[in-house]
T-cell receptor
Framework: DAGITQSPRHKVTETGTPVTLRCHQT?????MYWYRQDPGHGLRLIHY???????DKGEVSDGYSVSRSKTEDFLLTLESATSSQTSVYFC??????????????FGPGTRLTVT | GQNIDQPTEMTATEGAIVQINCTYQ??????LFWYQQHAGEAPTFLSY????GLEEKGRFSSFLSRSKGYSYLLLKELQMKDSASYLC???????????FGTGTRLQVTL
């Protein structure tokens, strides 16, 4: 299994509070991704990174920011959490953008509840 | 935009064969992935198709027709442990971004 960890694994927070989720990899993969998974929507890309300090938005980026200061860490921040951000968040990594070489490996997920 | 459709739920019997279909309308298509996801767990990679035809890997096979925007995942000799969600995802070739369908929840019964 690819070495990906996420922390925390579970979190309950109140509306309006800031929250940071961490993804850590030991594979030295260049690409890292944050997804959220909700019933009826599947996995949706929030933000991704194609290198240290290089990030871009996905399809559901509003209300989220990311940072990547080291190859191994990709942080997702909810500046002011809302109930609509209650979800399961998955981090993923891939080695390359080239087809076949870049299966995305997923972390175990973080279940976030905003009350 | 991207649109990926797959059935929401399917049920099949242990030992049988099941086919899970996926249709897509995307721009910049560069391959199609299938992932398996057990309840409460992370998705895991099953297969990848970039050319038309069938890719076989043990009990699992995946088929792609690019002209029809269609793929299927075939599971043979079903086992109870195959009860999971199966996610179809299209690779658009831009920074390795995948667009996922909503997934098909497969229940295997005795």
């Amino acid at each position: 299994d690819a070495g990906i960890t996420q922390s925390p694994r579970h979190k309950v927070t109140e509306t309006g509070t800031p929250v940071t989720l961490r993804c850590h990899q030991t594979e030295n993969h260049r690409y890292m991704y944050w997804y959220r998974q909700d019933p009826g929507h599947g996995l949706r890309l929030i933000h991704y990174s194609y290198g240290v300090k290089d990030t871009d938005k996905g399809e559901v980026s509003d209300g989220y920011s990311v940072s990547r200061s080291k190859t191994e860490d990709f942080l997702l921040t909810l500046e002011s959490a809302t109930s609509s951000q209650t979800s399961v968040y998955f981090c993923a990594i891939s080695e390359s953008p080239r087809p076949k070489a870049h299966e995305q490996y997923f972390g175990p997920g973080t279940r976030l509840t905003v009350t | 935009g991207q649109n990926i459709d797959q059935p929401t739920e399917m049920t099949a019997t242990e030992g049988a064969i099941v086919q899970i279909n996926c249709t897509y309308q995307t721009s910049g298509f560069n391959g199609l992935f299938w992932y398996q996801q057990h309840a409460g767990e992370a998705p895991t990679f099953l297969s990848y198709n970039v050319l038309d035809g069938l890719e076989e890997k043990g009990r699992f096979s995946s088929f792609l027709s690019r002209s029809k925007g269609y793929s299927y995942l075939l599971l043979k000799e079903l086992q109870m442990k195959d009860s999971a969600s199966y996610l179809c995802a299209v690779f658009t070739g831009t920074a390795s971004k995948l667009t996922f369908g909503t997934g098909t929840r497969l229940q295997v019964t005795l």
